[in-house]
């Protein structure tokens, strides 16, 4: 068991475990003494990570840096045990990160995708005032039974976030919609095509 702690090749994805752990316990200490991780992580992160469509989720956004510490030393330690149980001896460790690294960003995408369409949106907006208007899809993409999230500005300017679903069709990450009806916990939301006249620069 010692032998394997201290094993040279395996230290990236042991210590990408040790930082989930850290990182834990850190957190739910700071929950009791108001002093969170995740907090001085948003005062101190750039505005243009935090305002990155790519990370616009209704849940914490420390837990995407959680899902891919848990991905990548997963992915490592399988990459690991499947080089020892075939050449009976770990690849060197820097052979073995960059396909942990691509494993591991693949597995937490596709989570936080999953983990966002089952959250509920945590804003609530006014419903009247945001139809008619145009929105973009922030999160994932949009089918007939399947929301996606979208943010939009109202007439004073204040972001929202919503869900959006079309009638038919898919709606894809980033495209631009127009909002047409509310239908429950939703919006109903038709594509802009690129060719509209509507939106042509040089129409009068």
């Given at each position: 068991m010692l032998?394997?702690?201290?094993?040279?090749d395996l230290m990236p994805f042991h210590?990408?475990?040790?930082?989930?752990?850290?990182?834990?316990?850190?957190?739910?200490?700071?929950y009791y003494i108001g002093l969170r991780p995740s907090?001085?992580?948003?005062?101190?992160?750039?505005?243009?990570?935090?305002?990155s469509p790519w990370i616009q989720v209704k849940f914490s956004k420390v837990l995407i840096f959680v899902f891919l510490l848990i991905n990548f030393s997963f992915s490592g330690y399988f990459i690991q045990?499947?080089?020892?149980?075939y050449q009976h001896e770990f690849m060197p460790w820097y052979y073995a990160v960059l396909p942990a690294l691509i494993i591991g960003i693949f597995f937490t995408v596709f989570m936080i995708h999953c983990l966002d369409q089952v959250i509920r949106p945590k804003f609530q907006t006014s419903h009247s005032n945001l139809l008619g208007r145009l929105a973009t899809v922030s999160s994932g993409n949009a089918r007939p039974g399947f929301s996606a999230q979208a943010r939009v500005r109202d007439?004073?300017?204040?972001?929202h976030y919503v869900q959006v679903e079309p009638e038919f069709g898919e709606l894809e990450f980033q495209s631009q919609v127009l909002l047409i009806r509310f239908k429950r916990s939703h919006y109903i939301a038709k594509k802009i095509a690129h060719s509209n006249?509507?939106?042509?620069?040089?129409?009068?």
């Open positions: 032998a394997f702690l201290f094993e040279y210590l990408s475990v040790l930082m989930l752990f850290m990182l834990s316990m850190a957190e739910t200490l700071g907090t001085f992580f948003k005062k101190v992160a750039p505005h243009w990570l935090i305002d045990l499947i080089s020892f149980a007439e004073f300017g204040q972001l006249q509507l939106f042509c620069a040089e129409q009068i």
